[in-house]
């Protein structure tokens, strides 16, 4: 358990603010959401710890932007295995067809 720090959200109320102001724009790469996604989960837990009065609605939040991140990092491996799966498709050796192409690396 990570308690937020001094310049961290304290409260249910603050974590949603913030939460809200970095929120990323509609249309943004899935890697952006998923990261999104990721740090509010752990932003919720860190001030599940803390506002003791909305424990259990905070531990909520954590679920539910876990379960986000869950669905977007789906959608990225997904999205990889048509990527590969159709570059596999026909093609022979030296050809240039049926060449793996690799996903750029998030981060």
């Known amino acids: 358990m990570t308690a937020p720090g ?6 249910l109320k ?3 603010a913030v939460a ?3 929120r990323p724009k509609p249309g943004s790469n899935l890697e ?3 990261k999104f996604h990721q740090a509010n989960a752990r ?6 710890d803390v506002d003791r009065g909305h424990h259990h609605e905070l531990r909520y939040w954590v679920g539910y932007e876990e379960r986000k991140a869950e669905e977007v990092a789906a ?4 999205r990889q ?3 590969v799966n159709r570059d596999h498709k026909g093609g022979t ?8 192409s690799r996903p750029i690396p998030a981060g």
């Open 6 to 11: 001094e310049n961290e959200p304290q409260t």
């Open 14 to 16: 603050d974590a949603h």
């Open 20 to 22: 809200s102001a970095r």
């Open 32 to 34: 952006t959401w998923l």
């Open 43 to 48: 932003m919720y837990r860190a001030v599940s």
């Open 75 to 78: 959608q990225i491996a997904d």
């Open 81 to 83: 295995s048509k990527l």
């Open 93 to 100: 050796p030296g050809d240039g067809e049926g060449q793996v």
